[in-house]
Nanobody, 124 residues
């Protein structure tokens, strides 16, 4: 099964930026589309952004659209999430996720593979 390694989390002030990265590895890594979810304490897991390699263009959850930008390198099986204009409500554990599905990625996507998560804290 594909393995996911996340990096880039940290503690920042409102308005600051962070860049998260996810690298997929394993024999079947190239067959997985990659994306990001987040979960804040006491809240349900929320879709953030994802990229289907065949689709090409990234897509975003409504709460981050216009502030976050997802890019990918298919040859390296990696994606990076550039997070700008961060707000306290962005505070959450961010999880990289992988799926072989050709459909858009959601919390209900079957057979999602999850990374370990990385903490993002936005506080003054």
């Amino acid at each position: 099964q594909v393995q996911l390694v996340e990096s880039g989390g940290g503690e920042v002030q409102p308005g600051d930026s962070l860049r998260l990265s996810c690298a997929a590895s394993g024999r079947t890594a190239s067959s997985y589309n990659l994306g990001w979810f987040r979960q804040a304490p006491g809240k349900e897991r929320e879709f953030v952004a994802a990229l289907t390699w065949s689709f090409g263009m990234p897509y975003y959850g409504d709460s981050v659209k216009g502030r976050f930008s997802l890019s990918g390198d298919n040859a390296k099986n990696t994606v990076s999430l550039q997070m700008n204009s961060l707000k306290p409500e962005d505070t959450a554990v961010y999880y990289c996720a992988a799926s072989t599905s050709t459909l858009i990625m959601t919390t209900q996507t079957p057979d999602l593979v999850w990374g370990q998560g990385t903490q993002v804290t936005v506080s003054s």
